[in-house]
């Protein structure tokens, strides 16, 4: 069955920097990869993708040069390196996978990791 694992997740001051991996297994299509984020009281948004046969990616614009995501396929293993990190970006994170349709969609994402908090003060 499919299983991802997300961890890296922690507590922080503002101006530091975080790296979470998704550890990723049973997937038989890979096609995009997601970091996704919930911070309490409001939606899920989108933080950043990456279409995994071309390597594309995009971000949203609140982490737009200070988060990068990456994957190393030998290790199953999905990237989210967070630099200048800001009170605003506390939330739970989230790692999904996509099989098929629009990458920057969430509507896309069919399976979820059980997410990794991270707290900047």
């Known amino acids: 069955h499919v299983q991802l694992v997300e961890s890296g997740g922690g507590s922080v001051e503002a101006g530091e920097s975080l790296k979470l991996s998704c550890q990723m297994s049973?997937?038989?299509?890979?096609?995009?990869f997601g970091w996704f984020r919930q911070a309490p009281g409001k939606e899920r948004e989108g933080v950043a993708y990456i279409v995994t046969s071309s390597g594309n990616t995009r971000y949203a614009d609140s982490v737009k040069g200070r988060f990068t995501i990456s994957q190393d396929n030998a290790k199953n293993t999905l990237y989210l390196q967070m630099n200048s990190l800001k009170p605003d970006d506390t939330a739970m994170y989230y790692c999904a996978a996509a099989g098929s349709g629009y990458c920057y969609s969430q509507l896309a994402y069919h399976y979820w990791g059980q997410g990794t908090q991270v707290t900047v003060s």
């Open positions: 049973g997937l038989t299509t890979r096609y995009c």
